[in-house]
T-cell receptor
C-alpha cells in the first residue's frame, strides 16, 4: 500500500533562517506531487506541483522554492523565512494523469516563524 | 483565486441529525471531490463525483452535483460526534492534475 511521510511535524524558526521540509512517498511510482499551505481556519493554497523529476510548476510567486531530486521525494525550501511563511504545510500525491485525480495527503508540518 | 466556496462556513448539529454542506464553483470541471480534515491533520479523500454523474453514495455520505448551477452538496446522514471535522470540496480539471480547494465548512456534532 502507498504511504506518504512528511517531516518534521512541527517547526519553530526565526525570521531570516532557512527552511527545508521533506516529503516522501512509498509504494507508487511516478506520482504527481504537491505542496499546499493552509492558513489557520482557511482553505488550501497550492504552492507547487510536480509531474516528474525536475518538472516543477510554481503556482504563487513567493519566498519559497521546491525541488524533486528523486521520483518520490519532494522538498520545500526557503533561503530566508518571513513571518508570513507561518502556516500548516501539506504534501500530497496523486496517480499521474489529467483531469484531477484523488489526492492523498501527508500529516502536515506546522511552521511557526518568530 | 478559489474555485470552490463552501456554505455554510460553520455548522453545529446534534448527534443523529443530518448535516448538509454546499459547494459552488466557477468554471467547467472534470470532477468534484470532497475531503475531510480533522483538526491539525492532513486531508482525507471522501468521495469523487464525475461531471457526468448527478448523485453518488458512499456509506452515510451522499453527494449531488448540478453542473448547470455549478454546485454540489454533501449530505452526512445520522451524524456522529466523530464526524466533527472540516469538510472541503475540490474541483479537478486543470492542467497537471491539479485540484482547486474551497474554503471549507467546519462541522461540529454535539452529543
Amino acid at each position: 500500500s502507498q504511504t506518504i511521510h512528511q517531516w518534521p511535524a512541527t517547526l519553530v524558526q526565526p525570521v531570516g533562517s532557512p527552511l527545508s521540509l521533506e516529503c516522501t512517498v512509498e509504494g507508487t511510482s511516478n506520482p504527481n506531487l504537491y505542496w499546499y499551505r493552509q492558513a489557520a481556519g482557511r482553505g488550501l493554497q497550492l504552492l507547487f506541483y510536480s509531474i516528474g523529476i525536475d518538472q516543477i510548476s510554481s503556482e504563487v510567486p513567493q519566498n519559497l522554492s521546491a525541488s524533486r531530486p528523486q521520483d518520490r521525494q519532494f522538498i520545500l525550501s526557503s533561503k530566508k523565512l518571513l513571518l508570513s511563511d507561518s502556516g500548516f504545510y501539506l504534501c500530497a500525491w496523486s496517480v499521474a494523469g489529467s483531469g484531477g485525480n484523488e489526492q492523498f495527503f501527508g500529516p502536515g508540518t506546522r511552521l511557526t516563524v518568530l | 483565486s478559489q474555485q470552490g466556496e463552501e456554505d455554510p462556513q460553520a455548522l453545529s448539529i446534534q448527534e443523529g441529525e443530518n448535516a448538509t454542506m454546499n459547494c459552488s464553483y466557477k468554471t467547467s470541471i472534470n470532477n468534484l471531490q470532497w475531503y475531510r480534515q480533522n483538526s491539525g491533520r492532513g486531508l482525507v479523500h471522501l468521495i469523487l463525483i464525475r461531471s457526468n454523474e448527478r448523485e453518488k453514495h458512499s456509506g452515510r455520505l451522499r453527494v449531488t452535483l448540478d453542473t448547470s448551477k455549478k454546485s454540489s452538496s454533501l449530505l452526512i446522514t445520522a451524524s456522529r460526534a466523530a464526524d466533527t471535522a472540516s469538510y472541503f470540496c475540490a474541483t479537478g480539471g486543470g492542467g497537471g492534475n491539479k485540484l482547486t480547494f474551497g474554503t471549507g465548512t467546519q462541522l461540529k456534532v454535539e452529543l
